[in-house]
């Protein structure tokens, strides 16, 4: 089965710095990784994924996050901070490709981590 | 492009009533749509999985016969809360798929506020 960890709950970085979001995963061959961010009250937004290619992908809103198989992370970053990145993101996986069984489509979602900006 | 609508935003509604919930993909058709529920500062647990035209798969310890999913066209599937109690008070998202391949991302909905009184 897979799963999906995040390890901090909270992060908190003063605007302008850089951020990052923690997140490792736990499957069986090559992942499909994803981020979400959630603004309160409403849906998840799709920020960026992870499918294959090159390890550092590029999303939206300036933020990327990097592949890396040996420690199997997909960290979000961002270099500037904005407060309006204040929100709830989430990490996410979905079944590798040798996986053809029901639930094929299925996100597993980590618990998320609150990103706080500080002015 | 890939907008995924629900509707309502917020319902509340009196304990044994049903509700039924919409979402919309408003762009492209979505062969796969997932029912999720989360919990206050909680993750999204998916409930179910529905594909256009046949039966929704549920995840277990969800209640199918409580949860009534049908997914009748390519941009449309609900989610009926029968019989609802207050336990069942929860944010109900749910996501889309084009479907066209295993690596498609999933959009997800505003989300629906449920409260049952």
């Known amino acids: 089965a897979q799963s999906v960890a995040q390890p901090e709950d909270q992060v908190n970085v003063a605007e302008g710095n850089p951020l990052t979001v923690k997140c490792t995963y736990s499957v069986s061959g090559n992942p499909y990784l994803f981020w979400y961010v959630q603004y309160p009250n409403r849906g998840l937004q799709f920020l960026l994924k992870y499918i294959t290619g090159d390890n550092l992908v590029k999303g939206s809103y300036g933020f990327e996050a990097e592949f890396n198989k040996s420690q199997t992370s997909f960290h979000l970053k961002k270099p500037s901070a904005l407060v309006s990145d204040s929100a709830l993101y989430f990490c996410a996986v979905r079944a590798p490709v040798a996986y053809s069984g029901a639930g094929s489509y299925q996100l597993t979602f980590g618990k998320g981590t609150k990103l706080s900006v500080i002015p | 492009g890939a907008v995924v609508s629900q509707h309502p935003s917020r319902v509340i509604c009196k304990s044994g009533t049903s509700v039924k919930i919409e979402c919309r993909s408003l762009d492209f058709q979505a062969t796969t749509m997932f029912w999720y529920r989360q919990f206050p500062k909680q993750s999204l647990m998916l409930m179910a999985t529905?594909?256009?035209?046949?039966?929704?798969?549920?995840e277990q310890g969800v209640e199918k016969d409580k949860f009534l999913i049908n997914h009748a066209s390519l941009t449309l599937s609900t989610l009926t809360v029968t019989s609802a109690h207050p336990e069942d008070s929860s944010f109900y998202i749910c996501?889309?798929?084009?479907?066209?391949?295993?690596?498609?991302?999933?959009?997800f909905g505003p989300g629906t506020r449920l409260t049952v009184l």
């Open positions: 996501s889309a798929t084009p479907g066209t391949g295993r690596t498609d991302t999933q959009y």
């Open positions: 529905s594909n256009e035209g046949s039966k929704a798969t549920y």
